[in-house]
Structures are given as structure tokens and as C-alpha cells.
Nanobody, 116 residues
Framework: QVQLVESGGGLVQPGESLRLSCASFGILGSGYVMGWYRQAPGKQRELVATFTRGGGTNYADSAKGRFTISRDNAKNMVYLQMNSLRPEDAAVYYC??????????WGQGTLVTVSS
């Protein structure tokens, strides 16, 4: 059973940075992609950044130029470096894994608060 555990959220001021981490356990094979999503209060969950099946990356327009997704396959870790944070970036951030056959897994989320 796949387990995803996020960490690194917290309270920051506008303009500051945070690095989120996602530790993965129980992944079988290599036929999957991982990414980050977020959900703000009263809003739907939305894509932030993901790796693509071709090995590239995909970012939401709001994340381009400020956020960077990366991974360490040896450690089974995926990261989201978030710079120049804005109040509208405040949300619960979720790590996501999608197997190519369609099975989807989510972490429990980590809360990011951006406020002065």
C-alpha cells in the first residue's frame, strides 16, 4: 500500500519561502508520476506542480517562476520549493501519486499559511 507523508508547512510572511517535502513508501515499479496539489478553504483542490509521464514538469500558472518541484529517487522524496509566497498561496498542500494504470494516492496534507 502506497503511503505519502508531507511535511514542511508552516506560517510565513508574504515574500518568504518554504520547502515542502513528501516521503513516499510502498511504491511498486516505476509506472507513476507524482506531484503537488493544494486546497484553500472553500475552494476546489488544484494542481500546483507535477512531473509528467515524459519526465518533464508541469506547473500551474500561479506557480510558474516561483515554485520548483524536484525529487530524490534514491530517498523516495519529492519536494516543492516555494519562493515569493503570497497570501493567496495559503492552503493545505497535498502530495499526489498516480500510477499509469489509474490508481491515485494522496497524502494527509501540510498546511501553509501566508500572513503578515
Amino acid at each position: 500500500q502506497v503511503q505519502l507523508v508531507e511535511s514542511g508547512g508552516g506560517l510565513v510572511q508574504p515574500g518568504e519561502s518554504l520547502r515542502l517535502s513528501c516521503a513516499s513508501f510502498g511504491i511498486l515499479g516505476s509506472g507513476y508520476v507524482m506531484g503537488w496539489y493544494r486546497q484553500a478553504p472553500g475552494k476546489q483542490r488544484e494542481l500546483v506542480a507535477t512531473f509528467t509521464r515524459g519526465g518533464g514538469t508541469n506547473y500551474a500558472d500561479s506557480a510558474k517562476g516561483r515554485f520548483t518541484i524536484s525529487r530524490d529517487n534514491a530517498k523516495n522524496m519529492v519536494y516543492l520549493q516555494m519562493n515569493s509566497l503570497r497570501p493567496e498561496d495559503a492552503a493545505v498542500y497535498y502530495c499526489n501519486l498516480v500510477y499509469f494504470v489509474g490508481k491515485v494516492y494522496w497524502g494527509q496534507g501540510t498546511l501553509v499559511t501566508v500572513s503578515s
